[in-house]
């Protein structure tokens, strides 16, 4: 079983290698093999508030692009093949 300070320990250590952000969950789980069941609704509702107990700021997402600038990137694209 996992408990709550090695998370917290793993996130912080991760962090540290990745220039001090904090990784997402995704990757966090794919390279400590702590998947989100083991902390998600036991210790922490979410993610962020997970990264922020270890000390860091939590990621936003990435923001989506709109559909008019992705529309006209696909049309370069396309006219370039």
């Not at 990745?18 to 083991?38: D, L, P």
């Given at each position: 079983?996992?408990?709550?300070?090695?998370?917290?320990?793993a996130?912080?250590?991760l962090?540290?290698?990745?220039?001090?952000?904090a990784?997402?969950?995704?990757?966090?789980?794919?390279?400590?093999?702590i998947?989100?069941?083991?902390?998600?609704?036991?210790?922490?509702i979410?993610?962020s508030?997970?990264?922020?107990?270890?000390g860091?700021?939590?990621?936003?997402?990435n923001?989506?692009?709109?559909?008019?600038?992705?529309?006209?990137?696909?049309?370069?694209?396309?006219?370039?093949w």
């Amino acid at each position: 079983m996992t408990e709550k300070a090695d998370i917290l320990d793993a996130i912080r250590r991760l962090a540290e290698a990745n220039g001090g952000v904090a990784v997402g969950k995704v990757r966090f789980a794919r390279m400590t093999g702590i998947s989100e069941v083991q902390w998600s609704g036991k210790y922490w509702i979410n993610w962020s508030d997970a990264v922020a107990e270890a000390g860091y700021e939590p990621g936003s997402m990435n923001a989506a692009i709109p559909d008019d600038v992705g529309r006209g990137q696909a049309a370069v694209a396309t006219r370039s093949w």
